[in-house]
C-alpha cells in the first residue's frame, strides 16, 4: 500500500512542528549544559534536527506517491518550511532574521549525507546519526559565522557539543523510527 502524497506533506509538516515546539521544551535543560561550559547552544537545535532526520527517513524510504525529486530534497523543503514557520512566529533567538539560513543549511546537509549515504550502503542508524550529528554542526557553523564569531577553543568545543548531542539524538530519533517502521508493517497486514 503506498502512502497518499497528502499523507506524506502532513507527516513532514507535523515533524516540522515538533521540531520548533519541542525546542522549547528542551531549552531549558540545554542551556544548564551550555552555561556550564560557556558556549552559545548545540544541544536543543541537535533535538530539534532529529525531527526532521526521522521524516527524511520515512520519507526516502516508504513507499509514497511523493516524486522522486520531492523525497530527495524533503529534508531542505522541511528545514526551509521550519526556519520560515519559527519567523513567523518569533522563535527567532540569536540570529534574528537570519534564522531560516541556518535552517536550511541543516536540511541541505542532511539530504547531502542521505545522498553520499547511498553510496555506501549505510544502515538505517549510520544515516540517521551522521546526518543528525553533521546537521547540527552545519548549524552550529552557520550561527557562528553569522552572529557569534567564537574564538577557535570556543568554536571547537561549541561544534564539538553540537556533534555529540547530534549522535545522540541521531540514535533516539533511530529508535523512534524503527518503531515509526514497526506501527507501518503491522497497518499493512
Known amino acids: 500500500m503506498k502512502y497518499s502524497r ?3 506533506l502532513n507527516f513532514m509538516a507535523l515533524c516540522c512542528i515538533l521540531g520548533i515546539f519541542t525546542k ?3 531549552n531549558p535543560a540545554a542551556n544548564i549544559i551550555t552555561e556550564i561550559l560557556r558556549i552559545p547552544g548545540g544541544v536543543s537545535t541537535a533535538f530539534s534536527i532529529m525531527y526532521l532526520v526521522i521524516a527524511a527517513e520515512m ?3 516508504s513507499d509514497s506517491e511523493l516524486t522522486e525529486m520531492e523525497k530527495r530534497l524533503c529534508a531542505t523543503l522541511m528545514a526551509l518550511v521550519q526556519g520560515l514557520l519559527s519567523l513567523a512566529l518569533g522563535r527567532v533567538g540569536s540570529m534574528g532574521i537570519f534564522m531560516p539560513v541556518s535552517f536550511l543549511a541543516t536540511g541541505v546537509v542532511i539530504d547531502l549525507v542521505y545522498g553520499v549515504s547511498r553510496l555506501f550502503s549505510l544502515s538505517r542508524k549510520e544515516r540517521m546519526v551522521f546526518s543528525d550529528a553533521l546537521a547540527a554542526v552545519a548549524a552550529s557553523v552557520t550561527a557562528n559565522l553569522i552572529v557569534f564569531h567564537l574564538p577557535l577553543e570556543a568554536l571547537g568545543l561549541y561544534l564539538c557539543v ?3 548531542s547530534g549522535t545522540v539524538f541521531g540514535m533516539l530519533g533511530e529508535k523512534i523510527t524503527g518503531r515509526l517502521f514497526l506501527v507501518k508493517r503491522k497497518e499493512h497486514r
Do not use: E, N
Open 162 to 164: 553540537s556533534a555529540i
Open 59 to 61: 520519507v526516502k524510504f
Open 24 to 26: 522549547k521544551l528542551v
Open 6 to 8: 497528502t499523507a506524506m
